[in-house]
């Protein structure tokens, strides 16, 4: 009778063990996520680049980091920073639209906006106001306003606070990226590339830091262990799509696009097959065409890449 406990504990245990393991294994495949090929997986078009920088006579010889793209019915919009090489004027705002997508026609006007320094911009339509995030001189970012596209009116620096309301600690904070969502804003920055900070806003005018730690840094990971910074952010399904760029160089000489998700906009997960563009192809933004997402990258010359086929 002993012995026939004995066994009949053993395998109560074991049962129970089973149980126990094949729950733990449920629960974390639950929270494993189901990416979608058609955001990620991507072939560069045949004639690429699709635009870039002109010639030294002008002030955009050279395009620089991101520039942003917004597709409003048959029409392509562009917005890009340009410069010249060694000149004092700074960081120019640049607009030019196509009709596809891949034959761009500069603004007749350009530079359409003069007045400060704009660079790394990222544009969102709320209602009928178009407001544009971008870095500003000495990489402070700023906020400006259109309702055309063309004529842009500055709004001043972002009022960036800490969860207990200080502002925020003096320094570069720059390539803002913002997403909008149920009467609220939401910001994510980075300071010196160093890592991903997120703060929200009900007014545009003052943003609280969620939390006062990064929501996304460096590594372990060697394709972004020196650098790294979000350009837009996309749902789909529920799931929230990161695009940033990433460095594993110290010298910052070469960048590749990358992809992190979330369910909550603060916890993030960091794609297993990361890097999704190498070779320099940064700056990596997605824009619907009206049938599938084509992938952008814009540093330092914009290229596109269509989705690969999957059965």
């Known amino acids: ?23 733990e294994s449920s629960s974390e495949g639950s929270t494993t996520t189901a990416y979608d090929p058609t955001l990620i997986d991507f072939s560069p078009y045949t004639e690429n680049p699709v635009f870039g920088g002109t ?31 060694g000149a004092e004027k700074g960081m120019m705002l640049g607009y030019a639209s196509s009709p596809d997508g891949l034959s761009w026609t500069r603004h007749p006007d350009n530079p359409i906006y003069t007045e400060n320094w ?16 971008a870095e500003g001189k ?13 004529h842009w009116e500055e709004q001043g620096k972002l009022d960036i606070r800490y969860t207990n309301g200080e502002a925020l600690s003096p320094g570069p904070f720059g ?7 149920e009467d609220r ?16 806003s009900e007014d545009l005018e003052v943003w609280t830091h969620v939390q006062d730690d990064p929501v ?29 760029h990433g460095t594993e160089l110290e010298d910052w000489s070469r960048w590749t696009t990358n992809l992190a998700t979330s369910e909550d906009l603060i916890h993030w997960k960091k794609y297993e097959q990361n890097p999704i563009m190498e070779d320099n192809k940064s700056s990596g933004l997605l824009v619907h065409d009206g049938q599938q997402y084509r992938l952008y990258t814009m540093h330092p ?3 596109v890449h269509f989705p690969e086929e999957h059965p």
């Open 1 to 23: 009778m002993r012995i026939i406990h004995v066994l009949s504990l053993f395998f109560m245990t074991f049962i129970l063990g089973c149980s126990t393991a094949s729950q």
């Open 55 to 85: 010639d030294s006579t002008h002030w955009d010889e050279r395009i620089r980091e991101r520039g942003y793209i917004l597709k409003e019915g048959d029409t392509y919009h562009m917005w890009y920073t340009g410069y010249q090489e």
């Open 118 to 133: 704009v660079e790394d911009m990222m544009v969102i339509k709320q209602d009928s106001i178009y407001h544009m995030f």
């Open 138 to 150: 000495n990489d402070i970012a700023h906020r400006l306003t259109s309702t055309d596209r063309i």
């Open 175 to 181: 390539t803002p990226t913002v997403w909008f969502e």
């Open 185 to 200: 804003w939401y910001l994510f920055y980075e300071r010196e590339d160093t890592g991903i900070w997120l703060a929200t």
């Open 216 to 244: 996304l840094t460096m590594g372990p990971e060697s394709y972004d262990q020196y650098g790294l910074a979000v350009n837009q952010i996309v749902k789909k399904d529920g799931i929230y799509y990161a695009y940033y």
């Open 301 to 303: 010359e914009v290229h």
